[in-house]
């Protein structure tokens, strides 16, 4: 059974920095995704980040390049987003999610796979 874990979350003044993790158990599969998509209260679901597991090719979202960064420890089973600079803006729900398939297919289309519970991150000014 795949399960995805996240957490760090937490309350953060704008500017702050925060590190969200997602341990990944019981994916078997040759090529899959993990990324990271947040959801802030009234607005849609939004791609942050994400990376494929074999080979750590990696894709930031627009809103957050040049702050974020996402990174994998593959003995740990863990991705992790590094965030840095946070404004109000940022505040969400932060999902993992594991789609098949590499970043680059999920990014042109791909399904959404496998999904966490959710970590709060909340930004105050």
């Known amino acids: 059974q795949v399960q995805l874990v996240e957490s760090g979350g937490g309350l953060v003044q704008a500017g702050g920095s925060l590190r969200l993790s997602c341990v990944v158990s019981?994916?078997?599969?040759?090529?899959?995704?993990i990324v990271w998509i947040r959801q802030a209260p009234e607005k849609e679901r939004e791609f942050v980040a994400g990376?494929?597991?074999?080979?750590?090719?990696?894709i930031l979202g627009n809103s957050v390049k040049g702050r974020f960064t996402i990174s994998r420890d593959t003995a740990k089973k863990t991705v992790y987003l590094e965030m840095n600079n946070l404004q109000p803006e940022d505040t969400a729900v932060y999902y993992c999610?594991?789609?098949?398939?590499?970043?680059?297919?999920?990014?042109?289309?791909?399904?959404?796979?496998?999904w966490g519970q959710g970590t709060q991150v909340t930004v105050s000014s």
């Open positions: 019981g994916r078997t599969e040759e090529s899959y995704a």
């Open positions: 999610n594991s789609p098949d398939g590499d970043i680059r297919t999920y990014q042109k289309g791909g399904k959404s796979g496998y």
């Open positions: 990376i494929t597991w074999s080979g750590g090719d990696t």
